[in-house]
């Protein structure tokens, strides 16, 4: 049986390579460093709920990144199906625990949306962010104050890890020169 080598195949397949290629970046595990951090700074001693809590905030700002700044508007529902197609595959899932980690993931997902979403008030973005990392991790209590700084820093971080591996695996916008972004779009 032969497989038709049509160009909607190529694009196809080549749209598969590129999303799984992002997603291994998003997949890196969290520095030990962190990990030991969120533990202490939030998660009451449980490392294995920080870890997860990191690798979580990791996934979702990759997925709200390539949504938000992908050069085409399928780019993002690409990354959401083989990260979905992924969860059966990942080693780091205890048997049985697929649709648990997904459903957390998602209730994650959500969270970091409604934080970079969100507009007004005296707190930026960031800082909505790093409160969402530090409220899933602990019972909020514990994660009040001193930890906020470097919960910012490190979601920053991931943010910026995220947006070097979109333009890694899918290209950077080529515009020329002499023309602003505003002309590009009125010339499309």
Known sequence: MLIPLTRAWRVDRDRRRRAAGYLIALRREPESADVRWLTDAAADGDADHAQWELRYARLALGVLTAQRDALDDQTGSDVVAALDGSWNEDARIAEGMHALVASQFNDRLGAYREALAARGGAVGASERLGRVLLAFASDGARSA????????????????????????????????????????????
């Open 145 to 188: 104050g001193a930890p906020l700084p470097r919960a910012i820093a490190l979601l920053s971080q991931y943010l910026g890890d995220a947006s070097e591996a979109l333009r890694a695996n899918y290209g950077a916008a080529k515009l020329p020169e002499h023309l602003p972004p505003s002309e590009m779009a009125a010339k499309a």
